[in-house]
């Protein structure tokens, strides 16, 4: 069994299109039939100052970490400081990368498999030293993913795509089975026709699948985004009865970027 840890840069997460996503999909990602889950923190920021004077925040700050707490995350806080400039200016800053690269690096020790979540360039380095260590190093963010921490991980993927992960708005059911999102793998744009790929959890793991899409299906002006790799779509799986009911991708929308 592979000994498992998460690390989560909640801030870059929540700023890049991760926000609402769901811990304990994240859990059983690293409960997988292979693997069972040693450590899994959370590195986020907290406005203690408001904290302290505003009980509607504070209820809804606190409430979250309980649900982080209850998925077996331990929460690491990051108080929001603030600094004025010569002008006035007030800016925060409330960064917690220091406290997320020392912590993997000491308990890499213990680790054969770590799940990080982020899309920050400035982990290259802790990617490089965990591997180094005889770690494997797994990345998952959403959208701005820095493109060398895509490449020098040992596998990354988008977390749209992880099944569960990232609620899909407009689905028909409360858990989204109704609706997948995926990548174009091939596409024929003479005949208007190609196939998504889409992933599915199996015993904790993800198992990548095909499905046929014509540009019928689809709610897009312009063909010119299928030839693009790295766009995400969501559609709905339908078996069509008007073909043998083999399974089609219908009702094709291009994922907003931001």
């Avoid at 840069?9 to 059983?28: F, P, T, W």
């Avoid at 904290?51 to 970490?65: G, I, L």
């Avoid at 406290?99 to 020790?109: G, K, M, V």
Wanted: aromatic share 10%.
């Amino acid at each position: 069994m592979l000994k498992t840890a998460i690390y989560v840069d909640a801030e870059n997460i929540k700023m890049s299109g991760g926000y609402g996503m769901r811990y304990d999909v994240l859990v059983g990602l690293a409960n997988s039939s292979n693997s069972v889950m040693l450590r899994a923190n959370c590195y986020l920021a907290e406005d203690h100052e408001r904290t302290q004077r505003d009980p509607e925040y504070r209820q809804k700050v606190y409430s979250y970490h309980n649900i982080l707490r209850n998925c077996g995350f331990k929460i690491i806080k990051k108080y929001v400081r603030r600094f004025k400039d010569e002008d006035g200016n007030i800016t925060t800053k409330a960064n917690a990368d220091m406290d997320l690269a020392i912590d993997a690096l000491l308990q890499a020790r213990n680790l054969d498999r770590i799940i990080l979540l982020t899309g920050d360039g400035d982990f290259l380095r802790l990617i490089i030293a965990l591997q180094n260590m005889g770690c494997r190093v797994e990345v998952i963010g959403f959208h701005n993913v820095n493109k060398e921490l895509r490449e020098v991980a040992d596998s990354y993927i988008s977390g749209f795509l992880v099944p569960g992960l990232l609620p899909i708005a407009g689905s028909h059911s409360d858990n989204g089975d109704h609706w997948q999102r995926g990548t174009v793998v091939n596409f024929n744009q003479d005949r208007g026709f190609g196939f998504f790929r889409y992933y599915r959890l199996q015993e904790g793991a993800l198992q990548p699948e095909t499905v046929f899409f014509h540009l019928s299906k689809s709610t897009l002006s312009s063909d010119h985004v299928f030839q693009e790799p790295y766009r995400i779509f969501e559609f709905k799986i339908v078996d069509n009865p008007a073909n043998n009911n083999r399974s089609e991708a219908w009702d094709i929308r291009l994922l907003k970027d931001g």
